[in-house]
């Protein structure tokens, strides 16, 4: 049993990176030297996952150009002997992995998104990764480690990370029942609770597994806020129905829909990077005593 099909709905507007957003993809936005939806691709990859389903919209073009051959490019690179970028290239989608991309009509919310995969997911459990929630440097990536959950119990998982209770009205909070360390039986999930009315500070961040239930649901859900159809509402009628677990994945998760969780990500992924991570390192201790030293009125003799 595995979870052989990836939905990425990538057709939001972006609005929290305007003007960058204006006419390219928030997605295709680069951590370092690759843009977030291909991290979300290769950790689908990495899951087990061989059909990428994008949900798009017009602005997005450049994400179906990303995940397409460009032989024209490719050829450059040979005939230059760039043997290294030319793998890169090569590797954005290794062979055996197909992707279909599905236009989003209108902006109508995540859940709407998702129920755009229906023609293409049919009546399979499948996962959906949001890109801008980047998540590494853990021993094995979030949605292969969701896998195994789902791998055990052949039921809808949804990632969730403990929060700030100052935070709890950033995220879909849930109410769970454990059933052992990390794992819990969801009971009860409210959209952006303030902390005195969460009812934990466990929050559902950018990875799902879900079973094709919830495209009925979803069918069913009554638009909320701003019109927007929310998937937590969908998710909420089909706790009513079947098993919807809580996991408690590890790693670092980084909000890149956030210009604070973007620059995070770019600065400790910068660090870790085999090519330019020692140089770095280097520039930011320069930089950091430097601030130091102007802050301390000792330094500066004032
Ligand atoms: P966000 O809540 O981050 O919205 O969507 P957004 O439009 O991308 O960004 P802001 O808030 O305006 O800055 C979460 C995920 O759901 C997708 C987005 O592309 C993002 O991956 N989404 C959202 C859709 O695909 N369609 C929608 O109608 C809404």
Same mark, same amino acid.
């Given at each position: 049993?595995?979870? /052989?099909?990836?939905?990425?709905?990538?057709?939001? $507007?972006?609005?929290?990176? $305007?003007?960058?957003?204006?006419?390219?993809?928030?997605?295709?936005?680069?951590?370092?030297?690759?843009?977030?939806?291909?991290?979300?691709?290769?950790?689908?990859? +990495?899951?087990?996952?061989?059909?990428?389903?994008?949900?798009? =919209? !017009?602005?997005? *073009?450049? #994400?179906?150009? !990303?995940?397409? @051959?460009?032989?024209?490019?490719?050829? &450059?690179?040979?005939?230059?002997?760039?043997?290294? $970028?030319?793998?890169?290239? /090569?590797?954005?989608?290794?062979?055996?992995?197909?992707?279909?991309?599905?236009?989003?009509?209108?902006? $109508?919310?995540?859940?709407?998104?998702?129920?755009?995969?229906?023609?293409?997911?049919?009546?399979?459990?499948? +996962?959906?990764?949001?890109?801008?929630?980047?998540?590494?440097?853990?021993?094995?990536?979030?949605?292969?480690?969701?896998? @195994?959950?789902?791998?055990?119990?052949?039921?809808?998982?949804?990632?969730?990370?403990?929060?700030?209770?100052?935070?709890? !009205?950033?995220?879909?909070?849930?109410?769970?029942?454990? #059933?052992? %360390?990390?794992?819990?039986? #969801? /009971?009860? #999930?409210?959209?952006?609770?303030?902390?005195?009315?969460?009812?934990? *500070?466990?929050?559902?961040?950018?990875?799902?597994?879900?079973? %094709? /239930?919830?495209?009925?649901?979803?069918?069913?859900?009554?638009?909320?806020?701003?019109?927007?159809?929310?998937?937590?509402?969908?998710?909420?009628?089909?706790?009513?129905?079947?098993? &919807?677990? +809580?996991?408690?994945?590890?790693?670092? @998760?980084?909000?890149?829909?956030?210009?604070?969780?973007?620059?995070?990500? *770019?600065?400790?992924?910068?660090?870790? !990077?085999?090519?330019?991570?020692?140089?770095?390192?280097?520039?930011?201790?320069?930089?950091? =005593?430097?601030?130091?030293?102007?802050?301390? %009125?000792?330094?500066?003799?004032?």
């Amino acid at each position: 049993m595995r979870i /052989r099909k990836a939905v990425f709905p990538v057709a939001g $507007l972006g609005t929290r990176f $305007l003007p960058a957003t204006k006419a390219s993809a928030k997605e295709m936005l680069p951590v370092v030297d690759k843009p977030l939806v291909q991290y979300a691709v290769k950790e689908a990859i +990495a899951a087990g996952a061989d059909e990428m389903i994008f949900i798009t =919209s !017009h602005t997005k *073009n450049s #994400i179906m150009d !990303h995940f397409d @051959r460009d032989y024209e490019l490719e050829s &450059v690179l040979e005939a230059k002997g760039k043997e290294e $970028l030319l793998k890169s290239v /090569r590797d954005v989608l290794p062979p055996g992995i197909s992707c279909v991309f599905i236009r989003q009509p209108e902006q $109508l919310g995540l859940g709407q998104a998702i129920s755009c995969a229906l023609p293409a997911v049919g009546d399979q459990d499948f +996962a959906v990764i949001l890109a801008d929630d980047l998540i590494s440097g853990a021993f094995q990536p979030c949605m292969a480690q969701m896998q @195994r959950v789902y791998q055990e119990y052949g039921t809808s998982v949804l990632a969730v990370q403990r929060v700030p209770w100052e935070e709890t !009205h950033k995220y879909g909070i849930v109410e769970v029942e454990e #059933i052992r %360390p990390g794992l819990s039986e #969801i /009971r009860g #999930i409210v959209e952006k609770p303030d902390p005195d009315k969460a009812p934990s *500070n466990l929050a559902v961040v950018g990875r799902y597994i879900l079973t %094709p /239930r919830i495209f009925r649901l979803i069918e069913k859900t009554k638009p909320g806020a701003g019109g927007e159809i929310q998937l937590t509402d969908a998710i909420e009628a089909l706790m009513g129905e079947q098993t &919807v677990l +809580a996991y408690e994945f590890e790693g670092t @998760r980084y909000d890149c829909g956030s210009k604070f969780g973007y620059l995070k990500a *770019n600065v400790e992924m910068g660090l870790q !990077h085999p090519d330019i991570g020692e140089e770095f390192r280097g520039y930011l201790k320069q930089l950091t =005593s430097e601030w130091t030293e102007s802050d301390d %009125p000792k330094a500066t003799g004032s």
